[in-house]
Protein backbone atom coordinates (compact mmCIF):
# COMPACT_ATOMS: atom_id res chain seq x y z
CA UNK A 1 0.00 0.00 0.00
CA UNK A 2 0.79 3.76 -0.81
CA UNK A 3 0.24 5.13 2.93
CA UNK A 4 -1.24 7.99 3.73
CA UNK A 5 -1.09 10.51 0.47
CA UNK A 6 -1.29 13.91 1.51
CA UNK A 7 -1.44 17.15 -1.32
CA UNK A 8 0.51 19.75 -1.93
CA UNK A 9 3.51 19.10 0.33
CA UNK A 10 3.95 22.57 0.35
CA UNK A 11 1.53 25.93 -0.05
CA UNK A 12 2.59 29.18 0.12
CA UNK A 13 -0.31 31.09 -0.01
CA UNK A 14 -0.99 35.16 0.59
CA UNK A 15 -3.48 36.43 3.69
CA UNK A 16 -7.24 35.86 2.49
CA UNK A 17 -6.67 33.37 0.17
CA UNK A 18 -8.64 30.37 0.06
CA UNK A 19 -6.43 27.01 0.85
CA UNK A 20 -8.06 23.13 -0.07
CA UNK A 21 -5.50 20.32 1.55
CA UNK A 22 -5.65 17.43 0.43
CA UNK A 23 -5.67 13.43 1.76
CA UNK A 24 -6.25 10.09 0.36
CA UNK A 25 -6.34 7.63 3.40
CA UNK A 26 -4.90 4.13 3.30
CA UNK A 27 -7.37 1.68 1.50
CA UNK A 28 -9.67 0.14 4.16
CA UNK A 29 -9.62 2.19 6.78
CA UNK A 30 -12.60 3.46 8.34
CA UNK A 31 -11.09 6.64 10.25
CA UNK A 32 -9.50 9.72 8.96
CA UNK A 33 -8.28 12.22 10.70
CA UNK A 34 -6.35 15.81 10.32
CA UNK A 35 -4.06 17.41 12.11
CA UNK A 36 -2.46 20.55 12.46
CA UNK A 37 1.70 21.14 13.81
CA UNK A 38 3.11 24.33 15.47
CA UNK A 39 6.24 24.67 17.89
CA UNK A 40 3.79 26.74 19.78
CA UNK A 41 0.98 24.10 20.09
CA UNK A 42 2.60 21.08 19.24
CA UNK A 43 0.15 18.30 17.30
CA UNK A 44 -3.47 18.76 17.72
CA UNK A 45 -6.15 17.19 16.86
CA UNK A 46 -8.37 19.22 14.36
CA UNK A 47 -12.09 16.46 13.47
CA UNK A 48 -12.12 13.14 12.24
CA UNK A 49 -14.22 10.95 10.31
CA UNK A 50 -15.96 8.06 10.86
CA UNK A 51 -17.37 5.99 7.13
CA UNK A 52 -16.94 9.39 5.95
CA UNK A 53 -19.06 10.73 8.58
CA UNK A 54 -17.98 13.94 11.19
CA UNK A 55 -17.35 12.55 14.63
CA UNK A 56 -15.87 15.31 16.27
CA UNK A 57 -15.26 18.85 14.97
CA UNK A 58 -13.95 20.26 18.66
CA UNK A 59 -10.76 20.86 17.86
CA UNK A 60 -11.54 22.98 14.22
CA UNK A 61 -10.31 26.20 15.33
CA UNK A 62 -12.84 28.16 13.78
CA UNK A 63 -15.47 28.88 11.17
CA UNK A 64 -12.71 29.81 8.67
CA UNK A 65 -11.81 26.34 8.84
CA UNK A 66 -14.23 22.92 7.34
CA UNK A 67 -13.47 19.51 6.24
CA UNK A 68 -15.32 17.40 4.28
CA UNK A 69 -15.09 13.96 3.14
CA UNK A 70 -16.98 12.81 0.18
CA UNK A 71 -16.21 8.93 -0.19
CA UNK A 72 -13.87 6.57 1.85
CA UNK A 73 -10.81 7.74 -0.26
CA UNK A 74 -10.80 11.17 -0.79
CA UNK A 75 -10.86 14.02 2.10
CA UNK A 76 -9.87 17.80 2.16
CA UNK A 77 -9.69 20.21 4.66
CA UNK A 78 -10.32 23.75 3.92
CA UNK A 79 -9.46 27.27 5.35
CA UNK A 80 -10.90 30.42 3.65
CA UNK A 81 -9.71 32.85 4.26
CA UNK A 82 -6.29 32.32 5.37
CA UNK A 83 -4.83 34.08 7.89
CA UNK A 84 -0.98 34.15 8.74
CA UNK A 85 -1.70 32.64 12.08
CA UNK A 86 -2.79 29.39 10.37
CA UNK A 87 0.89 28.46 8.85
CA UNK A 88 1.37 25.53 10.03
CA UNK A 89 2.26 21.80 8.67
CA UNK A 90 -0.82 19.69 8.71
CA UNK A 91 -1.03 15.68 8.91
CA UNK A 92 -3.64 13.52 7.68
CA UNK A 93 -4.05 10.24 9.82
CA UNK A 94 -5.86 7.11 9.26
CA UNK A 95 -6.48 3.70 11.27
CA UNK A 96 -8.74 1.06 11.04
CA UNK A 97 -10.73 1.36 13.97
CA UNK A 98 -10.81 4.11 17.21
CA UNK A 99 -10.84 2.99 20.41
CA UNK A 100 -9.73 4.11 23.83
CA UNK A 101 -6.78 5.38 22.29
CA UNK A 102 -5.10 1.73 21.53
CA UNK A 103 -5.68 1.77 17.66
CA UNK A 104 -2.15 3.02 15.21
CA UNK A 105 -2.64 5.22 13.09
CA UNK A 106 -1.31 5.95 10.24
CA UNK A 107 0.05 9.32 9.19
CA UNK A 108 0.53 11.08 5.62
CA UNK A 109 3.77 13.52 5.09
CA UNK A 110 1.74 16.17 5.85
CA UNK A 111 1.27 19.58 4.22
CA UNK A 112 3.42 23.06 5.06
CA UNK A 113 1.37 25.28 4.59
CA UNK A 114 2.65 29.37 4.49
CA UNK A 115 0.47 32.36 4.98
CA UNK A 116 2.19 35.43 4.03
CA UNK B 1 -2.49 23.75 30.06
CA UNK B 2 -1.70 20.91 28.05
CA UNK B 3 -3.09 17.53 28.74
CA UNK B 4 -0.03 15.57 28.25
CA UNK B 5 3.58 17.27 29.58
CA UNK B 6 6.74 15.99 28.67
CA UNK B 7 10.25 16.43 29.80
CA UNK B 8 12.56 17.36 28.81
CA UNK B 9 11.65 19.54 25.92
CA UNK B 10 15.15 19.03 23.99
CA UNK B 11 17.51 16.97 24.63
CA UNK B 12 21.01 16.34 23.25
CA UNK B 13 23.51 13.41 23.95
CA UNK B 14 26.52 11.34 22.62
CA UNK B 15 25.95 8.47 20.81
CA UNK B 16 26.27 5.28 23.35
CA UNK B 17 24.53 7.21 26.12
CA UNK B 18 21.35 6.26 27.93
CA UNK B 19 18.55 8.26 28.47
CA UNK B 20 15.00 8.64 29.68
CA UNK B 21 11.97 10.70 28.67
CA UNK B 22 8.88 11.50 30.59
CA UNK B 23 4.73 12.12 29.92
CA UNK B 24 2.65 13.44 32.60
CA UNK B 25 -0.99 14.00 33.19
CA UNK B 26 -3.46 14.69 35.50
CA UNK B 27 -5.94 12.83 34.00
CA UNK B 28 -5.99 8.96 33.92
CA UNK B 29 -5.66 6.93 30.94
CA UNK B 30 -6.91 3.69 29.89
CA UNK B 31 -3.67 3.41 27.64
CA UNK B 32 -0.95 5.32 26.07
CA UNK B 33 1.07 5.61 23.17
CA UNK B 34 4.33 6.73 22.48
CA UNK B 35 5.55 7.81 18.39
CA UNK B 36 8.45 8.87 16.65
CA UNK B 37 7.96 12.03 14.03
CA UNK B 38 11.49 12.15 12.05
CA UNK B 39 11.77 15.62 10.22
CA UNK B 40 9.81 16.21 7.36
CA UNK B 41 7.57 13.20 7.95
CA UNK B 42 4.45 12.13 9.88
CA UNK B 43 4.57 10.56 13.67
CA UNK B 44 5.49 6.64 13.35
CA UNK B 45 3.74 4.23 16.26
CA UNK B 46 6.26 2.60 18.69
CA UNK B 47 4.14 1.25 21.06
CA UNK B 48 0.42 1.02 22.89
CA UNK B 49 0.92 0.79 26.66
CA UNK B 50 -2.51 -0.39 28.27
CA UNK B 51 -2.01 -1.97 31.97
CA UNK B 52 -0.63 0.13 34.40
CA UNK B 53 2.73 -0.90 35.60
CA UNK B 54 3.58 -2.44 32.22
CA UNK B 55 6.78 -2.38 30.79
CA UNK B 56 7.30 -3.15 27.32
CA UNK B 57 10.71 -3.68 25.25
CA UNK B 58 11.36 -2.59 21.55
CA UNK B 59 14.87 -3.80 21.17
CA UNK B 60 17.02 -1.05 23.06
CA UNK B 61 13.51 1.23 23.92
CA UNK B 62 11.91 0.31 27.32
CA UNK B 63 8.19 2.07 28.14
CA UNK B 64 6.90 1.84 30.91
CA UNK B 65 3.24 2.64 31.91
CA UNK B 66 2.93 4.14 35.31
CA UNK B 67 0.48 2.14 38.01
CA UNK B 68 -2.01 5.01 38.36
CA UNK B 69 -1.99 5.35 34.30
CA UNK B 70 -1.28 9.04 34.71
CA UNK B 71 2.68 8.81 33.70
CA UNK B 72 4.75 6.94 30.95
CA UNK B 73 8.33 7.05 30.61
CA UNK B 74 10.60 5.76 27.07
CA UNK B 75 13.95 5.02 28.41
CA UNK B 76 16.49 4.23 25.06
CA UNK B 77 19.44 2.24 26.17
CA UNK B 78 23.20 2.97 24.21
CA UNK B 79 21.37 5.89 21.90
CA UNK B 80 22.80 5.50 18.28
CA UNK B 81 22.12 8.91 15.38
CA UNK B 82 19.33 6.54 13.94
CA UNK B 83 17.49 7.95 17.22
CA UNK B 84 17.07 11.28 16.53
CA UNK B 85 13.72 12.67 16.28
CA UNK B 86 10.72 13.81 17.94
CA UNK B 87 8.90 11.34 20.56
CA UNK B 88 5.56 11.89 21.38
CA UNK B 89 3.11 10.41 23.98
CA UNK B 90 -0.59 10.40 22.89
CA UNK B 91 -3.38 8.79 24.49
CA UNK B 92 -7.54 9.58 24.39
CA UNK B 93 -9.64 10.46 27.43
CA UNK B 94 -13.01 9.77 25.64
CA UNK B 95 -13.54 10.41 22.37
CA UNK B 96 -10.57 12.65 21.57
CA UNK B 97 -7.00 12.01 20.78
CA UNK B 98 -4.62 14.15 22.46
CA UNK B 99 -0.63 14.59 21.47
CA UNK B 100 1.99 15.31 24.14
CA UNK B 101 4.17 18.18 24.16
CA UNK B 102 7.03 16.28 22.83
CA UNK B 103 10.74 15.38 23.38
CA UNK B 104 13.47 16.40 20.56
CA UNK B 105 16.26 14.17 20.74
CA UNK B 106 19.42 14.64 19.15
CA UNK B 107 22.16 12.04 19.11
CA UNK B 108 25.39 13.29 18.50
CA UNK B 109 28.12 10.84 16.41
Redesign the interface.
Same mark, same amino acid.
Given at each position: DAGVIQSPRHEVTEMGQEVTLRCKPISGHDYLFWYRQTMMRGLELLIYFNNNVPIDDSGMPEDRFSAKMPNASFSTLKIQPSEPRDSAVYFCASSLSFSGGTDTQYFGPGTRLTVL | T %?LLEQSPQFLSIQEGENLTVYCNSSSV? !? !? @? %?WYRQEP +?? +????LV /?V?TGGEVKKLKRLTFQFGDARKDSSLHITAAQTGDTGLY @?C $?? $?PG? %???? +? /??TSLTVIP
Open positions: - | %QF !S !S @L %Q +GE +GPVL /TV @L $AG $AN %QFYF +G /TG
